[in-house]
């Protein structure tokens, strides 16, 4: 393992969240900056099927089936929680109806590393719960709000990918790729068996 050390390991921070519209056609639009990134969690399911022969299990089959998570920022603006919702800003404001449908995301940011580089991640497919609506007094010193944002995630409709991530510091990484993380929505050249 030559040439490793604890600074490739040590990841700290967030910043950068991206957020594009995925499109009926599966490409993904414009991607869009959501200011006050604080946190990010993801986990996923996943499936098993075990097949017994001779009284023992021969094989194993375990898939992911889902993803689901919680984005929290420093609020929304009233684009953002648009965005997120799937609404439209009119007259400085957003209205949620009976029939607004959730928008297909994918959710793009990125973490410091002490070797100076970043960590780069874009979640594909996910759908955000409708933005709640927070008011809080104030008591003594002013807090900030944090919007809290819950999310569930599928398979991208045309690779079947959950979320890539890239080390910009990694020989490997595609120089290309990285510069234009957050410019357009990035996938691997070589898709996963």
């Not at 957020?19 to 098993?48: H, Q, R, W, Y």
Request: aromatic share 8%; charged share 25%.
């Amino acid at each position: 393992m030559a040439g490793k050390n604890y600074k490739q390991k040590i990841i700290f921070g967030m910043d950068n969240i991206h957020i594009a519209k995925i499109n009926d056609d599966g490409t993904f639009g414009t991607i869009v900056p959501i200011l006050g990134a604080k946190a990010c969690e993801v986990s996923f399911e996943s499936s098993e099927k075990i097949i017994y022969a001779d009284n023992k299990p021969v094989y194993n089959d375990k898939r992911i089936t889902k993803g689901s998570g919680k984005l929290s920022v420093l609020g929304l603006t009233m684009d953002e929680k648009a965005l997120l919702a799937g609404v439209d800003v009119v007259k400085g404001g957003i209205a949620l109806g009976a029939n607004t449908v959730a928008p297909n995301l994918a959710v793009l940011f990125a973490q410091d590393k002490a070797d100076d580089g970043k960590i780069l991640t874009v979640i594909y497919n996910v759908q955000f719960t409708t933005p709640s609506i927070q008011a809080i007094s104030t008591e003594g010193e002013k807090e900030e709000q944090i919007a809290e944002l819950e999310f569930t995630c599928l398979p991208d409709v045309k690779d079947g990918l959950f979320f890539y991530t890239v080390d910009s510091t990694d020989e490997a990484a595609d120089s290309t790729m990285v510069s234009n993380w957050f410019t357009e929505v990035q996938k691997p050249t070589s898709l996963p068996a």
